[in-house]
């Protein structure tokens, strides 16, 4: 069960299988990315927003691993886009940490309807993170496909990842055709939609033809499309479950009959990029 490593277009590289820990209470956060670690995750997928920041960084710590070993990303959280409070919540982020350095640090909504629509001057103060060495990519979480393409004509760095809610029920099928074609990885967040894919028919069937549970088959079906996941749980067996997804392969008329569950929009989980402020 080896974990791919995903190849960014800065250079860098990602583990495709992380750990996600939203909705995590800081008081378990310690002990779920401890145990995530001790199973073989090397990838932790925060964020300001979620509050469990300074836990991620003492799991990392208390685990022995080298920093090195471990790639952490973060996001500016939606009160702090303008170039000077993003640069005050960045700094924040690092202390919280207790890192000097963060691996990715995204901007996680781009609130086109708020700060008068500038997102770009939100970007080009991530990419002095990125110029200074304290982010070693910078990525973008929720945007469509019109944020990429003001970002694209309007910023020097292209985003090395877009973080947007894909699973099969929502496949998000424009942002991630985007993505492919210009050479902008994309990560799937919930990526069994909080869980509520888990007793879809269609996917109890094949899990059970496989052998498999259903969480198994819909991380890989993810993975094999080349997209990144970080699904999050709290409980060790889920947890260790979530991460032996290499050790199978769904064919081409499985990995169609999951893609064909998409709802389009009516599958979106959680809130609409172009209106949530
Ligand atoms: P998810 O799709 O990972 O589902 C998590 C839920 O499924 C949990 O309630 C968990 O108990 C359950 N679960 C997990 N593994 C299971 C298993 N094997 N069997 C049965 N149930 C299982 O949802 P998520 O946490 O929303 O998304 C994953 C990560 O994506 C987050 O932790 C976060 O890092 C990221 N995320 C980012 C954004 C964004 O706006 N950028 C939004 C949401 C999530």
Redesign the pocket.
Known sequence: NTIPDIALNDGNTIPQLGF????IEPKDTVEAVGKALEIGYRHI?TAEMYGNEAEVGEAIRRSGLDRREVFVTS?LNNGFHRPDDARRAFDSTLAALRMDHIDLFLI?WPLPTRYDGDFVSTWRTLEEFRRDGRARSIGV??FQVAHLERLAAEAEVVPAVN?IEVHPYFGNADVRAYGRAHGIPTEA???????KV?DDPTLVDIAEELGR?V?QVVLRWHVQRGDIV????T?PK?IE??FHIFVFDLDDATMERITGLDRGEAGRQ?PDPDTFD
């Open positions: 996600g820990v939203y909705q997928d996001k996680h979480s929720n973080q967040w919930s990526p069994i939609a909080q869980g888990l549970t969480a970080f699904p999050k749980s409980t889920r479950e979530n959680g």
